[in-house]
């Protein structure tokens, strides 16, 4: 499903005429925080390097973003949107399944 | 009937408190507001109220829990003055953006430093711009009919504001008056049901309050909340001509004593006016054409309305009990000035700062304002409009020689 579908009918969209949004910028629905893009405040990227991943998912508990998915009990690669290149995940790694490079390069 | 009984502002309004049986009360004690939580706690002990109330431990906490507690739904009330209304800052401004009808009576203090208990307005024009509507109440009657019909005006949809019921500490808050009280079950009819729209207990609707606001939100919801606060004087002309139905007291933006043919006029908020009525009345006795402008509702500011009301004035005095510290004039003095901008014939106008931390304001004060408007309207000169009335001044001849003789 694409977020637009998915997205709850409450949502107020980013500059709204200020007739039509909530008084006091009340979010009129819950479990939304995935629709705000914070993958944008990286200035550090990690990298998965699926080869040397041995699924110990060691890395899942200490993202503090949950952007480490999880998929049949494996993890995925990471969803970039949210992750902010904190590199908690890559210090946390035994078998140096992840590297830790500058954004953009 | 009305009830008939003798009492003080405080005692009044914490009344006027038990009638609307608000479901949260969170205060903290600070002189001269405390006997209104302390009136209400007795209540609340006794059982008079429904209402959960929160002893907190300081004046940020009570504002907050006020906050916490409108949030979720619940009708909330509190009491504060000067200092503790300082303490509360920064949730004075996220009680209005958040859109929080809470009804605070604010019991106007000098704001130290100096330390000072006494009544002076320097707290309320402080917060002037915080959000709030303001109603200044000049008597013991004016304090409980506010704070009843402050209810009804925040929490009207096209509102939804915080209210401060601003009345004069010590002068208002402990002398004690004759009051016409309204019957409980009228009360609990005028104010009705609180029925917010969104709030945190709603089961059925899971939803934030006060979220962080990025710059393509936080604009729009400000210029929202700036047309609460236009909406508001509609709203609170509604709500004053059904409570004049009720009790048949009237209220408006201001009121207007004598003002139909008046040449000379004095504009002051809270219990001053009543003795500039006194002078009025003496002066007009004499043939004076003299009047008064008093403001009761200072937010929203009336400026269109105060405009019309004083454009055929030939001098006006504007009264403000609390400095400006801009070097040019106290608040109240630039908004009048500013409303009479697109008056034609302007009229000359003075600001006269007075009373400050208590300074007794005698009517022989009010009548020295008189006599210099009629000088400026005799020589049609206003000059030096940012003027003291009541300082000891050492190059102001008759004030200093009194102080002296009281010196001795």
Redesign the interface.
């Known amino acids: 499903m694409s977020d637009a579908v998915k997205k709850d009918k409450c949502i ?1 969209e ?6 039509e ?11 939304n925080a995935q629709y705000y893009k914070t993958g944008g405040w990286r200035a550090m990227k990690p990298i998965w390097k699926e080869d040397q991943c041995k699924q110990c998912l060691l890395c899942w508990p200490t993202c503090p973003d949950s952007s480490i998915p999880i998929k049949d009990k494996k993890r995925q690669d990471f969803d970039y949107d949210h992750c902010k290149g904190c590199g908690v995940c890559a210090k946390v790694c035994p078998f140096n399944a992840i590297d830790f490079v500058v954004e953009g390069e | 009937m009305a009830i008939r009984d003798k009492l003080s502002g405080n005692e009044a309004v914490a009344v006027a408190m038990r009638q609307i049986n608000p479901d949260v009360v969170a205060a903290f004690p600070i002189t001269p507001s405390t006997e209104v939580p302390q009136y209400f706690s007795s209540f609340v002990s006794n059982g008079l109220v429904d209402t959960e109330f929160v002893a907190v431990e300081s004046e940020h906490s009570a504002m907050s829990a006020c906050i916490g507690a409108q949030a979720a739904g619940a009708r909330t009330m509190t009491a504060t003055s000067a200092n503790g209304m300082a303490l509360m800052w920064e949730m004075l401004y996220i009680a209005a953006s958040c859109r929080l009808p809470i009804v605070m009576s604010l019991v106007t203090r000098a704001l130290s430093g100096p330390i000072n208990i006494h009544n002076d307005h320097s707290d309320a024009m402080g917060a002037r711009d915080s959000g709030w509507i303001q109603l200044f109440g000049e008597s013991n009657q004016e304090a409980y009919d506010n704070v009843i019909m402050a209810v009804r005006i925040g929490e009207h949809k096209d509102v939804q504001l915080p209210v401060m019921n601003c009345y004069d500490g010590f002068i208002t808050s402990h002398a004690v008056e004759n009051i016409e009280l309204l019957e409980d079950e009228k009360v609990k009819a005028f104010v009705g049901e609180y029925k917010p729209q969104h709030y945190l207990l709603n089961k059925d609707e899971a939803i934030a309050i006060g979220p962080l606001d990025i710059p393509s939100y936080y604009f729009e919801h400000k210029r929202s909340q700036a047309q609460g606060m236009r909406n508001a004087k509609k709203v609170i002309l509604e709500v004053a001509e059904e409570f004049e139905k009720l009790t048949g007291r009237k209220y408006g933006l201001f009121e207007e004593y004598k003002m139909d043919d008046a040449e000379r006029a004095i504009v002051v908020l809270g219990s001053t006016a009543g003795t500039a009525k006194f002078v009025v009345d003496q002066l007009r006795a004499q043939g004076e054409k003299v009047g008064l402008v008093k403001i009761r509702v200072f937010r929203p500011f009336p400026a269109e309305e105060l405009a019309e009301a004083l454009s055929h004035c030939k001098a006006i005095a504007v009264m403000d009990k609390s400095d400006g510290f801009n070097g040019k004039g106290a608040p109240v003095f630039n908004e009048v000035r500013s409303a009479l901008y697109d008056v034609e014939n302007k009229p000359a106008i003075i600001n006269y700062i007075y009373g400050l931390g208590g300074r007794d304001v005698r009517s022989t004060d009010i009548e020295k304002v008189y006599s210099d408007l009629a000088q400026i309207v005799q020589t049609g000169k206003a000059e030096d409009p940012y003027r003291y009335l009541g300082v000891v001044d050492a190059n102001d001849i008759d004030v200093a020689a009194e102080a002296a003789a009281t010196r001795e």
């Open positions: 107020i980013e500059h709204t005429p200020w007739q949004t909530t008084l006091g910028g009340v979010v009129t629905s819950s479990g």
